[in-house]
């Protein structure tokens, strides 16, 4: 049964999936965690999804860790602590493993886990008014299950900084850093989303998925002669591809691609 999040899917396969917990801030707890992780597995089996929105409804995106649920783990035991991190570790893989392009759209506060949820996505907007922090050490505590996410989007150096001092990262910072790709104003938020997904899906459906396939091949593969080879069967792939040859097609033609609308 639904009880924290909103799924809407329009006409031209955007799912966007709300944070729908306000009065709490979306702040996670056992119940939230297993609907996120149950929506996200889900998604894959949805026909004709193009992109995948994750936004929240109220004032904050989500602001990490639900306090009594921190108190109610403070009673746990090692083996109940480690099923309730497993827990929590599952439903950031589902998010990253879902296989159309994924996009955060980001607004106040994302602290802790709701730091996890931008950095698992693929790509992410911050409206200027956002504030990100990974505010575990202010607790004696550290970023784990969501360190392996934030430390592929943000780099190492950048990891480490911000997960020992727990500063506060503002939109404008959150995007030089690249956590974030795009920042807008509250006042153009709404517009500016919107164009930018309109603008999106008019580029190849399938040559965006197997982007999103390469560079997470590429990422966590060394640099060696396979992922070489791989590289060079993949252009391959697409060029011969339908997708492909109507691309490059409608470019030469200077027509329009079968996909855009």
């Known amino acids: 049964m639904t009880i924290y999040t909103d799924l809407e899917v329009d006409s ?38 193009r992109l995948f929105v994750l936004k929240a ?6 602001a990490g860790a639900d306090i009594e649920w921190m108190k109610a783990s403070a009673n746990l035991n090692y083996d109940e602590n480690l099923a309730d991190a497993k827990d929590l570790a599952d439903m950031l893989w589902n998010l990253n493993q ?38 575990e050490a ?14 592929q989007t943000i780099g190492y150096k950048n990891s480490l900084y911000y997960s020992m001092t727990a500063e506060v990262i503002d939109a404008q910072t959150a995007e030089k850093i690249g956590l974030v790709q795009k920042v807008f104003s509250a006042d153009e938020a709404d517009i500016a989303v919107k164009q930018f997904i309109q603008n ?25 002669a396979d992922l070489k080879r791989y ?31």
Not at 200 to 224: I, T
Not at 243 to 257: D, S
């Open 231 to 261: 590289t060079e069967e993949m252009i391959a792939i697409r060029r011969t591809s339908d997708e492909g040859q109507n691309g490059l097609q409608a470019f030469l033609e200077k027509k329009k691609p079968n996909w855009v609308n």
């Open 98 to 135: 879902i296989k159309v392009p994924t996009l955060a759209v980001v607004h106040g506060a994302a602290y802790g886990g709701g730091v996890g949820l931008i950095a698992c996505c693929d790509m992410a907007i911050a409206i200027d008014n956002s504030r990100i922090c990974l505010s």
């Open 138 to 151: 202010n607790i004696g505590l550290i970023p784990a299950t969501i360190g392996p996410y934030v430390q």
């Open 57 to 62: 409804r109220g004032k904050n995106f989500c």
């Open 12 to 49: 031209l396969g955007v799912a966007t999936l709300w944070l729908n917990r306000p009065q709490k801030f979306n702040a996670l707890n056992a119940e939230f965690i297993a609907e996120l992780s149950a929506k996200f597995k889900a998604i894959n089996d949805e026909a004709g999804i």
């Open 200 to 224: 999106f899906l008019k580029k190849g459906p399938k040559a965006q998925q197997a982007c999103k396939e390469l560079f997470n091949k590429v990422y966590s593969s060394d640099f060696n």
